[in-house]
């Protein structure tokens, strides 16, 4: 009786699990749909899914193919990107204030982008080839450099350690922004600040080529590392007693997790709320065991990301809210509402 | 360990508790007088040397036509107190937000009061552009009392009410919030760079009117803090110890969102968001007189006081007649020092 009533209680979990991701694919196509229909120059329905099946005019395709699609698309993987990053971050460190942030990388891309624009000027023509490079170097640097600043020979790195680094390191890097920003002139500080805010900027093919093979490779990698998560969940000294190498796996994870958010930070500027709120809301939804809860946060990640971006776009034509701003803005109530309905 | 070998010479035989209250009389009895001194020393220094002789005369003798008097009573004094009140302020609230929600990452800044006044700021300068000084900050205040206001109403609406765990998601959901919709007034209306000189400023435009509103407000909460911290060392050893001692954790937690609202509101109107002090200083407080919250508190606020009058001082003179950034200054003096500490403790917990 017991064992009966336990199958069919997992078998309910499992059909409530796949509704979710369904339903989460679903609203994901749906917003892709409306974004490649929106924005300064408006496409019908009719028209977008003619010029996507190859019967559109020129200026059409112009639009579909070199502006709204890789944008849509990049909006997409940075969101999945960094709502993974995120839920790893919060696993390994088992803090539920983690996010890629906390690891430094907003603070070291946000520095490189910084040095670049005083040594160059924001005028300058390689601008757009050259900051995701130089964001990336400086994200993965920075992050290297607290791993390191928190290793400690014999005991490895201890989440509590590896969060006090962040902060301080963090904290840093603030204060030597905040020294040279005094310095920079107006376009360039407005330059910067529209970075921090986090706007998609990085918008062609190129940038979806050098952004996906990350992905293809960082995301089947910590999905399938998902049991490890799980037990590193129950703290050091079961999952070492479960067999595992807690020290080897932390680095993994966490290397993957830079590699993740960096490679996103660098094409779409400091946006780190993703990270912060997809894993809480994908909890929310489908509890805390990581093979679910990491694709489920993929898609909320990607769904969240480009819903702001496309309402980014309209919504104060011509001008744009950069999309880190609309994820908070959409995001944070969304979370709120959740965090005062909850019942736990 | 120097310190260890310091405590036995002070208490023999093992009584590491005992050690810690030796630390944490020291603090108290040795640092304030000492924080009187560097006060008082740090009004004579700045952009126009003054000895401390003529400071005495203004105070005992006053007389308005010598302008070095009036630097010293109109400018020097008022910033001096103001920064030592900030300090003590930011850092006791940062101490019974780690206590409260026992994270070591909770500051003052996730009540939403930071975001909060940064929001305020921002609608300021887009909108009444010509507000004066006092103006500003009386705004700031408000702004960050709607932010924390907002954290605690959505944090105590969900069932079984306010919790410590609840508050800080709520509080980085609200502070993302205003910081996005702060950032996007600023990006629209051209201001960002306005608001950073206004948020490097710290306590450079602080004033007698200002202080006389803020010192009665902070001296009253940071007494609040002193008797309430018996509740936050019990809070800190986990809720459902605090609820097995048979403590009432809503109002505990909404009394001590109420003292870190004034505390946190005040200091931020007036200097913006230093944040680092209040992360800072309960972490080496808790490193010099143990994890018994009725010591934290003091010790924090004679530290944080302590912290940031050199803060100001050094950011008067690194580089005079210019002002380094307070906020900057704070956090390179202060990122080493957290890192060694870091190191030392990180096995243990908040």
Not at chain 1, 269 to 294: D, N, T, W
């Amino acid at each position: 009786m017991i064992k009966q009533l336990g199958t069919t209680h997992i078998r309910k979990v499992q059909t409530r699990n796949t509704l979710i991701i369904l339903g989460c694919i679903a609203l994901l196509l749906g917003s892709f749909l409306i974004s490649m229909n929106t924005g300064y120059i408006k496409l019908s329905p009719g028209d977008t899914l003619r010029t996507l099946l190859g019967g559109g005019t020129i200026k059409q395709n112009l639009i579909l193919f070199d502006f709204r699609l890789p944008r849509i698309i990049i909006a997409m993987l940075v969101g999945s990107g960094l709502a993974l990053s995120g839920c790893v971050i919060q696993g390994v460190s088992k803090n539920e204030l983690a996010d890629p942030g906390l690891l430094g990388i907003n603070a070291g891309a946000s520095l490189m982008v910084i040095l670049y624009l005083m040594f160059f000027g924001a005028q300058s023509f390689f601008l757009v080839f050259t900051l995701p490079f130089l964001a990336l170097a400086g994200a993965g640097v920075t992050a290297l450099g607290i791993y390191l600043l928190a290793y400690k020979k014999g005991v490895g790195v201890v989440p509590l350690r590896l969060i006090l680094t962040g902060i301080a390191v963090q904290a840093g890097i603030g204060a030597l922004m905040t020294v040279l920003v005094v310095k920079l002139d107006e376009t360039m500080f407005d330059f910067v600040a529209t970075w921090q805010a986090g706007s998609i900027w990085g918008t062609n093919w190129k940038f979806v080529l050098t952004l996906v093979p990350w992905l293809m490779v960082l995301i089947p990698y910590v999905i399938y590392k998902s049991r490890v998560l799980d037990a590193l969940n129950l703290g050091d000294e079961i999952s070492t007693g479960l067999g595992l190498s807690v020290e080897k796996e932390r680095r993994y994870l966490l290397g993957a997790a830079v590699a993740l958010a960096a490679s996103c930070v660098a094409v779409s500027g400091s946006i780190s709320f993703v990270g912060l709120i997809a894993p809480h809301l994908s909890r929310q939804l489908v509890g805390p065991k990581h093979r679910i809860l990491l694709p489920v946060c993929a898609l909320v990640g990607a769904i969240l990301v480009s819903v702001a971006d496309t309402i980014g776009r309209v919504i104060l034509q011509p001008s744009e809210i950069p999309t880190g701003i609309m994820v908070a803005i959409i995001g944070a109530p969304y979370f709120l509402y959740l965090l005062a309905k909850n019942n736990q | 360990m120097k310190l260890t070998k310091y405590k036995k010479i002070l208490m023999p035989d093992n009584r590491t508790r005992c050690g810690f209250t030796q630390i944490g009389w020291i603090i108290l009895i040795a640092g304030i007088p000492l924080l009187f001194l560097i006060m008082a020393f740090s009004v004579t220094k700045g952009a126009a040397e003054i000895s401390l002789s003529t400071v005495g005369e203004a105070f005992f003798n006053f007389d308005n036509k010598n302008p070095q008097h009036l630097m010293v009573i109109d400018l020097r004094v008022p910033r001096v107190i103001a920064s030592a009140l900030v300090g003590s302020a930011l850092a006791v609230a940062g101490a019974m937000m780690q206590g409260m929600t026992r994270n070591p990452m909770a500051d003052s800044g996730l009540m939403g009061l930071n975001a909060g006044a940064g929001f305020a700021l921002s609608i300021s300068f887009a909108f009444f552009p010509e507000m004066n000084y006092l103006g500003i900050v009386l705004f700031s205040f408000i702004g960050a009392a709607l932010g924390g206001g907002m954290v605690s109403a959505i944090a105590s609406l969900g069932k079984g009410g306010l919790n410590p765990m609840r508050m800080v998601l709520a509080g980085a959901a609200v502070s993302a919030l205003l910081v996005s919709l702060s950032q996007g007034i600023a990006i629209y209306f051209n201001l960002a760079q306005d608001i950073m000189f206004w948020t490097v400023g710290g306590v450079a435009g602080s004033n007698w009117q200002q202080i006389k509103m803020m010192a009665p407000l902070i001296l009253t909460a940071l007494l609040g803090a002193v008797i309430l911290s018996r509740f936050i060392s019990v809070l800190s050893l986990g809720e459902d110890v605090a609820r097995g001692l048979g403590m009432n954790i809503a109002l505990v937690t909404a009394i001590c969102a109420v003292i870190v609202l004034l505390l946190a509101g005040a200091a931020v109107a007036v200097v913006g968001a230093v944040g680092f002090v209040g992360l800072m200083i309960p972490h080496l407080a808790r490193y010099l007189v143990g994890v018994d919250y009725r010591w934290i508190i003091p010790s924090s606020a004679v530290l944080g006081a302590l912290l940031m009058v050199l803060a100001d001082l050094g950011s008067r003179m690194i580089n005079p007649p210019t002002e380094t950034p307070i906020g900057a200054l704070i956090a390179l003096l202060g990122v080493p020092f957290f890192l060694y500490l870091a190191r030392k403790q990180g096995r243990t917990g908040v």
